[in-house]
């Protein structure tokens, strides 16, 4: 019964009017401690005197009280400037006090109403000290009576530095909190055996399972600021193989109003595990390039597309036309962007497949920037739909450029992926002779073309990271296709930013290519993620093998040679210059195929590896057109031409 009162009301607060008659009363205690004090602990003082005096010395301190305010801080969350309040009251209190004793003295208005200094002295102090006490008492004994009924969980805090003490700080004066903050961990051996708030510092190489289990902790927060990418992820991977959560406190400027919460605490996410560091745009151009522009973004609902939308809505543009087939998807993005404030775009539910209509669009909108991301792209559903890959990644992307340059489209930048280099899967090579066609239609010297290219990324649509969580969710296993695959990763925000930055700075020609750092094992992604879920692996959920998928490479290749990237003003991205070669020879080769996949010509894969002749198959049906290929001594003197051509372009 008692408990269930006491945590019912633990939330209510005191009345600030019971803090002041409480205040107060003290007030007139330490008055009369002042004078026994005075005495030498005896009663050897007039005490008609002092019963005169009292409630002049309350009336006072309860009007000092009000004028500083110091009765309505929070008692349970009792800080220094409280305690500051409090002083500056006292102080008040006193010079008042001095203030009506000189007065009295001249004009005689109480009779006999006269305090020693040094007892205005004495009961100053015992009053400081008095009210700072009272505070303290009672805060502690809130802190006790609650906790004493509630179920904590015991944590430390990883970082014995400013960010830890704010965490603590947050943690301890946050009343809807069930953490107990038992102790710090720092690397610094020279904090070791020191105490924080009576808390012990422990250093890194005590955090053995043997401490967890002795303070029985459940959490571990990481709460280091000034930390680079590889040693936070170096640092998160040695705690997640403790039976513990780990949790991570943000940084600095994503704290709500520069101060941080415990709300802001969170789980530590994946992307916190990856080895690169994330990319940083600095003096952007795409501001002035999007100004007064009317921009259109093909694939605008889907991962890539609909983030280029987000970004671009932030500039001052003219008007954005959104343009995507998936009508549902179209819709949530609609609805963020109104709710968002946005009004000046326009949604379409449309085929780029379709020209006629896209060419009604081109004139009723006569777009200025054209941001081309549609395009099939899950490796293996297209290893056999070919057709479709074809019709969309190369037929979708063939209109959409042919536009582009008879409506006087300034820039047309396209969306690639690193799938086309050295391609081993339809996908891929659709994806690299949409690259060859943009090569081909620069040389019209009419619309800027720019390619950018990009590995894997986070979150969006098929990708393993969401997969991986369904898996988890449903208790495993998670499912990996080879044990030493790898890929590199990016967030969808840092690839839209890229491509935009791209168009604001490719002078028509360019593929912009984005270093992402070294690749991840995507077996050891899933054991972390495992981990970061709280559970272990294999015991609680395990890993299963199930071979490489039709089309997909063990390693992701990600650069052109480097004797062919030029450095950007950012390091992390470069440029691949695009050499000349025969235009007119690979637009026929592209025609022929756009042609015979209309008529379901049964030879256009065979078509494809004579325009990418670096495109061998893998692990896939469709090998075989790799060996029939190598019997036709005209189709291998063709290839040839177009390998030493082609590899000018890598």
């Given at each position: 019964?008692?408990?269930?009162?006491?945590?019912?009301?633990?939330?209510?607060?005191?009345?600030?009017?019971?803090?002041?008659?409480?205040?107060?009363?003290?007030?007139?205690?330490?008055?009369?401690?002042?004078?026994?004090?005075?005495?030498?602990?005896?009663?050897?003082?007039?005490?008609?005197?002092?019963?005169?005096?009292?409630?002049?010395?309350?009336?006072?301190?309860?009007?000092?009280?009000?004028?500083?305010?110091?009765?309505?801080?929070?008692?349970?969350?009792?800080?220094?400037?409280?305690?500051?309040?409090?002083?500056?009251?006292?102080?008040?209190?006193?010079?008042?006090?001095?203030?009506?004793?000189?007065?009295?003295?001249?004009?005689?208005?109480?009779?006999?109403?006269?305090?020693?200094?040094?007892?205005?002295?004495?009961?100053?102090?015992?009053?400081?000290?008095?009210?700072?006490?009272?505070?303290?008492?009672?805060?502690?004994?809130?802190?006790?009576?609650?906790?004493?009924?509630?179920?904590?969980?015991?944590?430390?805090?990883?970082?014995?530095?400013?960010?830890?003490?704010?965490?603590?700080?947050?943690?301890?004066?946050?009343?809807?909190?069930?953490s107990k903050v038992v102790g710090f961990i720092d690397d610094d051996k020279k904090k070791r055996g020191k105490r924080i708030n009576?808390?012990?510092?422990?250093?890194?190489?005590?955090?053995?399972?043997?401490?967890?289990?002795?303070?029985?902790?459940?959490?571990?927060?990481?709460?280091?600021?000034?930390?680079?990418?590889?040693?936070?992820?170096?640092?998160?991977?040695?705690?997640?193989?403790?039976?513990?959560?780990?949790?991570?406190?943000?940084?600095?400027?994503?704290?709500?109003?520069?101060?941080?919460?415990?709300?802001?605490?969170?789980?530590?996410?994946?992307?916190?595990?990856?080895?690169?560091?994330?990319?940083?745009?600095?003096?952007?151009?795409?501001?002035?390039?999007?100004?007064?522009?009317?921009?259109?973004?093909?694939?605008?609902?889907?991962?890539?597309?609909?983030?280029?939308?987000?970004?671009?809505?932030?500039?001052?543009?003219?008007?954005?036309?959104?343009?995507?087939?998936?009508?549902?998807?179209?819709?949530?993005?609609?609805?963020?962007?109104?709710?968002?404030?946005?009004?000046?775009?326009?949604?379409?539910?449309?085929?780029?497949?379709?020209?006629?209509?896209?060419?009604?669009?081109?004139?009723?909108?006569?777009?200025?920037?054209?941001?081309?991301?549609?395009?099939?792209?899950?490796?293996?559903?297209?290893?056999?739909?070919?057709?479709?890959?074809?019709?969309?990644?190369?037929?979708?992307?063939?209109?959409?450029?042919?536009?582009?340059?008879?409506?006087?489209?300034?820039?047309?930048?396209?969306?690639?992926?690193?799938?086309?280099?050295?391609?081993?899967?339809?996908?891929?090579?659709?994806?690299?002779?949409?690259?060859?066609?943009?090569?081909?239609?620069?040389?019209?010297?009419?619309?800027?073309?720019?390619?950018?290219?990009?590995?894997?990324?986070?979150?969006?649509?098929?990708?393993?990271?969401?997969?991986?969580?369904?898996?988890?969710?449903?208790?495993?296993?998670?499912?990996?296709?080879?044990?030493?695959?790898?890929?590199?990763?990016?967030?969808?925000?840092?690839?839209?930013?890229?491509v935009l930055e791209a168009g604001a700075m490719g002078k028509g020609g360019e593929i912009f290519i984005f270093d992402m750092g070294?690749?991840?094992?995507?077996?050891?992604?899933?054991?972390?993620?495992?981990?970061?879920?709280?559970?272990?692996?294999?015991?609680?959920?395990?890993?299963?093998?199930?071979?490489?998928?039709?089309?997909?490479?063990?390693?992701?290749?990600?650069?052109?040679?480097?004797?062919?990237?030029?450095?950007?003003?950012?390091?992390?991205?470069?440029?691949?210059?695009?050499?000349?070669?025969?235009?007119?020879?690979?637009?026929?080769?592209?025609?022929?195929?756009?042609?015979?996949?209309?008529?379901?010509?049964?030879?256009?894969?065979?078509?494809?590896?004579?325009?990418?002749?670096?495109?061998?198959?893998?692990?896939?049906?469709?090998?075989?057109?790799?060996?029939?290929?190598?019997?036709?001594?005209?189709?291998?003197?063709?290839?040839?031409?177009?390998?030493?051509?082609?590899?000018?372009?890598?």
């Amino acid at each position: 019964m008692l408990k269930k009162y006491l945590l019912k009301n633990s939330n209510r607060y005191a009345s600030k009017w019971s803090v002041l008659a409480i205040d107060t009363l003290i007030i007139a205690f330490s008055f009369v401690l002042s004078y026994i004090i005075r005495f030498n602990l005896s009663f050897g003082f007039d005490v008609s005197k002092l019963l005169l005096q009292l409630p002049i010395v309350m009336i006072v301190a309860a009007v000092t009280f009000v004028v500083t305010g110091s009765h309505k801080g929070f008692i349970r969350h009792t800080g220094i400037k409280d305690i500051y309040n409090i002083f500056n009251a006292i102080c008040l209190s006193s010079i008042i006090i001095i203030f009506v004793i000189i007065l009295n003295r001249r004009f005689d208005y109480i009779d006999g109403f006269t305090i020693p200094l040094s007892i205005i002295i004495i009961h100053s102090l015992i009053s400081l000290v008095g009210l700072t006490t009272s505070r303290y008492i009672f805060k502690a004994m809130y802190h006790n009576m609650v906790t004493k009924f509630k179920v904590f969980k015991n944590i430390f805090i990883y970082g014995a530095g400013e960010s830890g003490i704010l965490t603590y700080n947050a943690l301890t004066n946050h009343t809807g909190t069930n953490s107990k903050v038992v102790g710090f961990i720092d690397d610094d051996k020279k904090k070791r055996g020191k105490r924080i708030n009576g808390l012990p510092v422990h250093s890194r190489s005590d955090l053995t399972e043997y401490l967890i289990d002795k303070h029985n902790i459940s959490e571990i927060i990481v709460a280091i600021h000034k930390i680079d990418n590889a040693k936070l992820r170096k640092l998160v991977e040695g705690l997640v193989d403790l039976p513990v959560q780990v949790k991570i406190v943000p940084p600095v400027q994503d704290w709500i109003n520069g101060e941080f919460k415990a709300s802001q605490i969170k789980n530590v996410q994946i992307e916190d595990l990856l080895n690169r560091v994330p990319i940083s745009i600095r003096k952007s151009r795409v501001c002035e390039e999007l100004k007064g522009k009317t921009v259109m973004v093909t694939g605008g609902a889907g991962s890539i597309g609909s983030e280029i939308v987000r970004q671009i809505a932030n500039y001052d543009y003219a008007s954005l036309i959104i343009i995507d087939q998936a009508e549902s998807a179209l819709y949530d993005l609609q609805q963020e962007l109104k709710q968002s404030g946005h009004h000046n775009f326009v949604p379409i539910v449309a085929d780029i497949r379709d020209k006629n209509r896209m060419n009604h669009f081109f004139e009723e909108h006569k777009p200025d920037i054209l941001f081309h991301a549609a395009a099939y792209k899950h490796v293996p559903l297209m290893e056999y739909n070919a057709y479709e890959a074809i019709k969309i990644n190369i037929g979708g992307t063939k209109n959409i450029a042919d536009l582009a340059i008879s409506h006087n489209v300034e820039k047309f930048v396209f969306v690639s992926t690193d799938k086309a280099v050295n391609p081993t899967n339809v996908m891929g090579a659709t994806k690299r002779i949409a690259e060859i066609y943009i090569s081909c239609m620069q040389q019209e010297h009419k619309t800027k073309f720019i390619t950018t290219r990009f590995g894997n990324v986070l979150g969006s649509n098929g990708s393993v990271i969401p997969l991986f969580k369904k898996q988890i969710e449903k208790g495993g296993p998670l499912t990996v296709t080879h044990k030493d695959i790898t890929r590199y990763f990016m967030t969808i925000p840092e690839a839209s930013q890229l491509v935009l930055e791209a168009g604001a700075m490719g002078k028509g020609g360019e593929i912009f290519i984005f270093d992402m750092g070294e690749s991840v094992k995507i077996f050891d992604l899933a054991k972390n993620m495992i981990k970061l879920s709280g559970l272990k692996y294999p015991e609680d959920i395990d890993i299963k093998i199930t071979g490489l998928r039709p089309g997909e490479k063990l390693y992701e290749e990600l650069l052109a040679n480097g004797e062919n990237t030029l450095p950007t003003y950012n390091k992390k991205i470069m440029i691949s210059k695009v050499r000349d070669l025969n235009y007119e020879f690979f637009r026929s080769k592209i025609d022929e195929l756009f042609v015979s996949n209309m008529v379901f010509n049964s030879n256009i894969v065979q078509l494809m590896k004579e325009i990418v002749p670096e495109y061998i198959s893998n692990n896939s049906d469709l090998c075989k057109f790799d060996k029939s290929i190598t019997t036709d001594k005209n189709l291998i003197e063709n290839k040839n031409i177009i390998k030493t051509q082609l590899t000018q372009i890598n």
